[in-house]
């Protein structure tokens, strides 16, 4: 899916709408990434970039300029100009007249006349906007083009503001749009699909990277690739809240733990689930996957408008350590544990994340020192979890070694929470009828 360019020119419409008269946002998009000698990494550019221009080469810089008002604003891409021989050898490029005629942009220049064009564009601006802090040599540029700015003009020509791009263009991703939200119902019913694939293709023996291959396929098959490293951790890999090696034989008895998701058009889904290689959960392994469920569900349903975005978390803190308790992995009081924060141990991240563009997505979390009133349209992960370190000797050794995360996609609406990844089996039921099912039709 291509959006339209009218939706990218409404966000710059917007933006100049924000940042007010006489200013100027300047934009770049990622730098290509090498992996080793002659080998890049397959590009993908900034996700804000992206957001704004819907330009996807490398080596772009977007400069939108406000005038007298900020309706009369001018969008400027400087870009890599077309090149035959380069060209054939790494592909297609749009060109300057590709950014005008095919990305609405008003005015268009090779990048490398940027240093030379940006000081007139920058002269009696009254605020300059970029992503202070984020990249040095970008920063660098910046406080370069200031310098030759006031050289070539006056110091008073210089910018009077730094301002700071990221608390506008942020803001505005938190919000999904109908079209963002196509975006990632597409993205999550792919990866539910990897997901329900890896469920029914998993066997004891079966090496982790085989069962990441069989999300891969699913991902590729739609033209996708994975939003972020998938984790296909099996037994006590699934403790280690970033596994990534993937390099270990599935034994039977374990669960495997696979936490992965596609992007879609620029859009993320992330998807947890965790299930029994062998097909069948252990006595110890439902105990503590039904209270990781029970954690969830209720979370999930504290995703109303105008809940406090931190209000999941705080129900599945309550549930999971009323849990540990009963089950006996925790001991005492209560209002103690939580407050003690003893649950760590076991529950040592949070219980989401915004999604978006980014698969940790932009945007805050408080305001004015508060966490941060839900709106319609607003895209966050449910993922709670609990991890019983494998030499943990403190508990029964029953538990030892269990690592569970349960994770789904939810937008948030004023007519509740809507679960986009709600088709991946999750209830234990649920899993081991697949699981089953799949087995009988195999044998
Ligand atoms: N997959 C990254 C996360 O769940 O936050
Ligand atoms: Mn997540
Ligand atoms: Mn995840």
New binding site residues.
């Given amino acids: 899916m291509k959006f339209s360019q009218d939706i990218f020119e409404q966000r710059r419409d917007r933006l100049a709408q924000m940042m007010g008269a006489n200013c100027i946002a300047v934009i770049e998009t990622s730098p290509v990434a090498m992996r080793n000698r002659d080998a890049d990494y397959k590009y993908r550019g900034d996700s804000s970039f992206y957001y704004l221009t819907g330009f996807t080469e490398p080596e772009a810089v977007a400069v939108i300029e406000t005038f007298d008002t900020a309706e009369q604003y001018c969008y400027t891409l400087f870009c890599r100009e077309r090149h035959h021989e380069m060209e054939i050898w790494n592909g297609r490029r749009a060109g300057t007249a590709g950014a005008l005629a095919d990305y609405a942009a008003h005015e268009a220049y090779a990048i490398e006349f940027l240093d030379e064009n940006i000081i007139e564009m920058l002269q009696a601006k009254e605020q300059l906007y970029y992503r202070i802090g984020q990249r040095r040599d970008f920063d660098h540029k910046v406080t370069d083009w200031l310098r030759q700015t006031a050289e070539q003009y006056t110091p008073a020509a210089v910018p009077k503001q730094l301002r700071q791009l990221d608390e506008i263009v942020d803001e505005m991703r938190v919000i999904k749009s109908a079209d963002e939200i196509a975006c990632m119902e597409t993205a999550a019913a792919i990866s539910v699909r990897a997901h329900q694939r890896a469920m029914q293709q998993v066997r004891p023996g079966m090496m982790e990277y085989a069962l990441e291959a069989e999300l891969n396929y699913i991902f590729a098959q739609a033209g996708c690739v994975p939003a972020?490293t998938s984790?296909v951790g099996g037994g006590a890999n699934a403790c280690i809240l970033h596994y990534v090696e993937n390099d270990q034989v599935l034994n039977d008895g374990d669960l495997v733990l696979i936490?992965a998701?596609c992007e879609y058009a620029y859009y993320a889904a992330?998807i947890?689930r965790t299930f029994p290689v062998n097909g069948k959960f252990s006595p110890a392994q439902k105990a503590l996957y039904q209270l990781v469920l029970d954690a969830q569900l209720a979370a999930i349903a504290a995703v109303q408008v105008g809940a406090h975005y931190h209000a999941p978390h705080q129900v599945v803190v309550e549930i999971l350590v009323k849990g540990l308790v009963t089950l006996g992995l925790l001991h005492g009081d209560i209002d103690t544990l939580i407050e003690d924060e003893a649950y760590r141990r076991f529950y040592m991240h949070g219980t989401g994340?915004w999604l978006g563009i980014d698969?940790?997505d932009v945007g805050a979390y408080k305001q004015q020192g508060e966490s941060r009133r839900l709106e319609a349209g607003m895209v966050l992960?449910i993922?709670p979890g609990l991890y019983i370190a494998e030499d943990d000797e403190t508990v029964d050794a029953k538990w030892r070694g269990i690592g569970i995360r349960i994770?789904d996609d939810v937008l948030v609406t004023a007519q509740g929470p809507r679960v986009l990844t709600d088709q991946v089996a999750k209830s234990i039921d649920e899993i081991e009828q697949l699981m089953a099912q799949h087995k009988a039709a195999t044998c």
Avoid: K, S
């Fill in positions: 972020y984790i936490d998701g992330d947890t994340h698969v940790h992960t993922e994770e």
